[in-house]
């Protein structure tokens, strides 16, 4: 069968998480598999990723130059693009940077993509069976891709859980020379760092947090009444963002902030996991959504099914009579 | 500026509890509710306000049928000069790649400075943006919420990465961006607006129009097919609280001082 190789992401000499989910995720492809590392980049940190992956990768693909000094989604489609066989199957984290490079690379290698895969259900001949999710993820698909010609998969961080196994004694190999010159139209400027809130809902122990449910920027209130006689903080997920009823730091998500709070109330919150993601140290998630479907129920630990317009505003009655 | 938006029509997830049909090989599409993907009108909006400022023209496009003129047409009442309906038996069961390859030939038949989309589809995977540049060898971006013209040449852009962190990039033009939802405050659109378009002509164009090689689209074509859609199994998922309001109430405040969510 075709190689496979795991694009390994990395910042400051580290690689990130995905690196040892992307193992995970090769074996379910063929328990048999042993995939080849790839890392683009410069200098010392490059250096220290690639000698880090020998632990777990058995060969590890380093491209060191300049241009790819920042991870610049352009230039390193075009280095993979020249420098990895166009028949692999190539395995990319489906974030921020995955999004930028995965189906464009697919289409530079001729093969087929598929994007933001949960779950591997393995190979049938040509073709790769795989799981995605649609709305929201209120409903999955089971999905097969046509793999002849090799395939670009994009895999949801999180979804596969990295197996312990035993030191690969890994070595690694310079592809650098392979990629050539790289230039693009699109030039990294600078990052620009998060402006810092009123309030750090990082630091909350109790969190009253709205969804698209909460239907309208007046309604904020409702929550914001909750969350005073809670001696809470309100946060939101990102709908909530997007039509300017809350500033950005007040988001949690994978786009906002990791909080990791006690107690979280997700109210009229769908649950995707780019807001989940935000979510960490296993609190105690009471959710609220008129919609019994909703994704959050399958995360919360309690839930009802009500219309927080109305429940919202009794449940802080109660609380004040306390 | 000349501006392409590519948008769809799609079942509303604000609107819809989506559920299985029985065939369990879709979902219900009875009594759904559909609207213009959410991304995309954010999409339609952004090219509104560059041309407001920058001059030139914004079109919308969408592959579907007839169903979809509904979407164009909202949002030419929010201000787009054109829609354009693409549709062909031929593109039915198309996978991303061959959305991008039918756009592909109507991006070469126009001249278009910039090409948007929508960051993702609400039952898609944030992919025909980035083919669609990689077909066309222009620069792309995606996870974009700002947008700066810089000249007639660039753009100053900037892409959503983690953390509410933004990565700044200058582009050359054309090119193509996906746009992230949030980048702006589209523009309300009233029963009124729509009313004043009803009357306007979309053009329709289909495979032989395009030159796209029925063999390159379609479901012949396809490499990523879905073979089924189910609701997986719910984990350990919620315990319910399945009183009246006033007993969900009263236990709610039981488990919240246990669990210190009250103080």
């Known amino acids: 069968m075709a190689r496979i190789f795991a694009y390994i992401e990395h910042k400051g000499g580290v690689a990130d998480d995905s690196a040892a989910e992307l193992v995970a995720a090769a074996k379910k492809i063929d328990p048999a598999a042993s995939p080849t590392a790839v890392v683009t980049g410069w200098g010392a940190d490059l250096d220290a990723v690639c000698k880090s992956l020998t632990a777990s990768y058995a060969e590890v693909w380093k491209i060191a130059n300049e241009a790819l000094a920042y991870p610049n989604g352009e230039l ?31 289409i530079k290698m001729d093969s087929t993509f598929v994007s933001d895969v949960v779950a591997i259900d393995g190979l049938d001949g040509a073709f790769l069976k795989v799981v995605r999710q649609e709305y929201g993820g209120q409903v999955s698909t089971h999905v097969r891709c046509d793999v002849s010609s090799g395939a670009v998969v994009n895999l949801r961080p999180g979804a596969f859980k990295p197996l312990e196994s035993p030191p690969a ?5 310079d592809k650098s020379s392979e990629a050539g010159a790289l230039t693009s139209g699109r030039r990294y400027l600078t990052t620009v760092v998060a402006e810092a809130g009123d309030v750090d809902i990082s630091k909350q122990p109790v969190l009253v947090s709205i969804g698209r449910g909460i239907g309208e920027k007046d309604n904020v209130a409702i929550a914001q009444e909750l969350a005073d006689a809670m001696g809470a903080v309100v946060s939101c997920s990102r709908p909530v963002v997007d039509a300017k009823w809350l500033e950005k730091s007040r988001q949690v998500g994978s786009s906002g902030q990791t909080v990791k ?14 807001h989940l993601a935000g979510l960490k140290g296993n609190p105690f998630i009471v959710a609220i959504n008129k919609n019994p479907k909703a994704p959050i129920f399958q995360v919360a630990d309690v839930g009802i099914v009500d219309d927080i317009l109305e429940f919202l505003p009794e449940l802080t009655t109660k609380i004040r009579e306390l | 500026m000349e501006i392409l938006v590519c948008v769809r029509r799609v079942p509303d997830t604000a609107e819809n509890e989506i559920e299985l049909n029985r065939a369990g090989n879709d979902i219900e599409r009875d009594d759904l509710v559909y609207s213009i993907n959410e991304a995309d009108n954010y999409a339609v ?46 593109f039915n069961g198309s996978d991303g790649k061959g959305i991008a390859t039918i756009l592909k030939a109507f991006v070469q038949k126009g001249k278009y400075d910039l090409v948007l989309t929508g960051v993702q589809a609400e039952d898609g995977g944030a992919q025909v943006g980035g083919m669609l540049a990689s077909l066309l060898d222009y620069p792309f971006a995606s996870l974009v919420n700002s947008i700066e013209v810089l000249d007639g040449k660039k753009l100053k852009i900037s892409r959503e990465i983690a953390g509410g962190n933004k990565e700044m990039n200058e582009i050359d033009l054309p090119c193509v961006l996906s ?15 729509i009313r004043q378009v009803a009357s306007l002509d979309i053009p329709t164009f289909g495979a032989s129009d395009l030159g796209v090689a029925a063999s390159s689209v379609g479901d012949a074509a396809a490499k990523v097919k879905r073979s089924d859609y189910f609701v997986p199994a719910m984990g350990k998922g919620a315990e319910m609280l399945q009183g009246s309001r006033e007993e969900n109430i009263e236990n709610l405040i039981g488990l919240l001082k246990a669990k210190g969510g009250l103080k």
Do not use: W
């Open chain 1, 76 to 106: 390193v489609r075009k280095a993979l693009a020249k420098v990895l066989p166009h028949d692999s199957l190539v395995l990319v984290p489906h974030d921020h940077f995955g999004v930028d490079l995965g189906p464009g690379l697919s």
């Open chain 1, 169 to 173: 004694n890994g070595k690694v190999v």
């Open chain 1, 261 to 274: 709070p006690k107690v979280y109330m997700a109210c009229g919150i769908s649950g995707s996991f780019q």
């Open chain 2, 45 to 90: 909006e952004e090219a509104l306000q560059i041309v407001a400022k920058a001059g030139g023209n914004v079109t919308v496009v969408t592959v579907g049928g007839d169903d979809d003129e509904e979407v164009l047409r909202r949002e030419m009442a929010m201000g787009a000069n054109q829609g354009v309906l693409i549709k062909d038996e031929a």
């Open chain 2, 179 to 193: 746009i992230q939802t949030g980048i702006n405050e589209p523009r309300y659109v009233g029963m009124r607006g």
